[in-house]
């Protein structure tokens, strides 16, 4: 039994291998996607314009002005005139933010009242206006703080967790590996059987002396294999070039990351199964690989989802080891934190295994 499934394991990674072009597939597009997509999805906000409606034209609001047009985040900074021409500005997309002093803000600062500054920003881009908003309100702490408690300002130090420079990269890297990993585990198994019966190999199988469990497991073990080396890449390149911390337990992840492929695979080997080309079967791994990453958590949280799409997302295996790989990078998830996501991806492999070995019996009856 184990010299049929060791030849059927060499057999299907021959397949995989064979082709030159294929060897270069597996490693360089990984690889320039994880690059590509870590640069390229960044939560920065820079070079952005803003207005400045004065109507005080006191020494307080020039100071904040020349602090704002100091700041490397924002790129011109713009006066307004009159709330016509802060409107137009706006609508026109001219500036994101308009920061509004009102006439007495110089004033209420010099005789230490609480003096405010209103914000009003473009909600067409609600994620960068939120940047902003936070860029600039940032600046007014730092001002608070120098003005000291006697204006009736206060000040606060904010502390971030795990992130303490707020470095898109510590957040998108993790994601990223669970991304591409999840698109590249799923790509390859749903196109194992497709292949067979696109080329006409599958009527060989079915007279073959191999068993069912020996060809379904001589199928999904190639792409685990490949899996486990592409996610070392990506375990050894974030750290190395984009110098996010992994503070976490490598064997863990390593852990973690077997019963994810097992899942993934159980879930491309129903895509497999059902469909009858590889072109078939590549459409089919996009059905399933976009909503998986939708509702991993890896755009948007989860917990801000419908109730019921936070139901739904229990059984993306994504979405659990998403938390695993967030936890182990950024901040050394315990071990029992790290088995209490895994458990779930050992249910989701164990239930889609099954089900593929069943309709792949029926398949080939």
Same mark, same amino acid.
């Given at each position: 039994?184990?010299?049929?499934? /060791?030849? #059927?394991?060499?057999?299907?990674?021959?397949?995989?291998? *064979?082709?030159?072009?294929?060897?270069?597939?597996?490693?360089?597009?990984?690889?320039?996607? =994880?690059?590509?997509?870590?640069?390229?999805?960044?939560?920065?906000?820079?070079?952005?314009? +803003?207005?400045?409606?004065?109507?005080?034209?006191?020494?307080?609001?020039?100071? /904040?002005?020349?602090?704002? &047009?100091?700041?490397?985040?924002?790129?011109?900074?713009?006066?307004?005139?009159?709330?016509? &021409?802060?409107?137009?500005?706006?609508?026109?997309?001219?500036?994101? @933010?308009?920061?509004?002093?009102?006439?007495?803000?110089?004033?209420?600062? &010099?005789?230490?009242?609480?003096?405010?500054?209103?914000?009003? =920003?473009?909600?067409?881009?609600?994620?960068?206006?939120?940047?902003?908003?936070?860029?600039?309100?940032?600046?007014?702490?730092?001002?608070?703080?120098?003005?000291?408690?006697?204006?009736?300002?206060?000040?606060?130090?904010?502390?971030?967790? /795990?992130?303490?420079?707020?470095?898109?990269?510590?957040?998108?890297?993790?994601? =990223?590996?669970?991304? +591409?990993?999840?698109?590249?585990?799923?790509?390859?198994?749903?196109?194992?059987? &497709?292949?067979?019966?696109?080329?006409?190999?599958?009527?060989?199988? #079915?007279?073959?002396?191999? *068993?069912?469990?020996? +060809?379904?497991?001589?199928k999904m073990v190639p792409p685990v294999l490949v899996g486990f080396f592409d996610a070392t890449l990506y375990v050894i390149i974030i750290p190395a070039i984009f110098g996010v911390p992994l503070r976490g337990s490598v064997p863990l992840?390593?852990?973690?990351? =077997?019963?994810?492929?097992?899942?993934?695979?159980?879930?491309?080997?129903?895509?497999?199964?059902?469909?009858?080309?590889?072109?078939?079967?590549?459409?089919?791994?996009?059905?399933?690989?976009?909503?998986?990453?939708?509702?991993?958590?890896?755009?948007?949280?989860?917990?801000? #989802?419908?109730?019921?799409?936070?139901?739904?997302?229990?059984?993306?295996?994504?979405?659990?080891?998403?938390?695993?790989?967030?936890?182990?990078?950024?901040?050394? #998830?315990?071990?029992?934190?790290?088995?209490?996501?895994?458990?779930?991806?050992?249910?989701? @492999?164990?239930?889609?295994?099954?089900?593929?070995?069943?309709?792949?019996?029926? *398949?080939?009856?």
């Amino acid at each position: 039994m184990l010299g049929r499934l /060791f030849a #059927m394991i060499v057999k299907e990674l021959l397949a995989i291998l *064979r082709d030159p072009r294929a060897r270069i597939i597996l490693i360089v597009p990984p690889t320039v996607q =994880l690059v590509v997509l870590g640069l390229a999805t960044t939560l920065e906000v820079k070079n952005v314009d +803003i207005g400045i409606f004065d109507r005080d034209g006191g020494a307080w609001s020039r100071e /904040f002005s020349e602090r704002l &047009a100091g700041s490397p985040n924002f790129r011109e900074i713009r006066p307004i005139h009159s709330a016509g &021409a802060m409107r137009r500005a706006i609508d026109n997309q001219e500036v994101l @933010a308009v920061v509004v002093f009102g006439q007495g803000f110089s004033g209420d600062i &010099a005789a230490g009242r609480p003096a405010e500054v209103q914000l009003i =920003l473009d909600g067409r881009r609600s994620n960068a206006a939120q940047i902003v908003s936070g860029y600039i309100f940032a600046i007014a702490e730092g001002l608070s703080g120098e003005l000291g408690s006697g204006t009736g300002l206060t000040s606060s130090i904010t502390t971030h967790w /795990f992130n303490p420079n707020l470095d898109y990269l510590w957040f998108t890297m993790p994601g =990223l590996l669970v991304v +591409i990993t999840t698109v590249l585990g799923l790509g390859l198994t749903a196109q194992t059987v &497709a292949r067979e019966r696109e080329l006409g190999t599958f009527d060989q199988l #079915m007279v073959s002396p191999l *068993r069912v469990p020996e +060809i379904l497991v001589g199928k999904m073990v190639p792409p685990v294999l490949v899996g486990f080396f592409d996610a070392t890449l990506y375990v050894i390149i974030i750290p190395a070039i984009f110098g996010v911390p992994l503070r976490g337990s490598v064997p863990l992840l390593y852990l973690s990351l =077997l019963f994810y492929l097992l899942a993934l695979v159980g879930v491309g080997m129903l895509v497999s199964s059902i469909a009858q080309t590889q072109q078939q079967a590549f459409l089919g791994m996009f059905l399933v690989a976009v909503p998986a990453i939708l509702l991993s958590g890896y755009a948007s949280p989860v917990d801000n #989802m419908p109730g019921w799409l936070q139901i739904v997302a229990q059984g993306n295996p994504s979405k659990h080891f998403l938390v695993v790989s967030e936890g182990i990078f950024l901040k050394a #998830m315990p071990p029992g934190d790290v088995l209490a996501n895994t458990w779930p991806l050992g249910l989701i @492999a164990v239930v889609t295994l099954a089900a593929s070995a069943i309709l792949f019996r029926a *398949r080939m009856e």
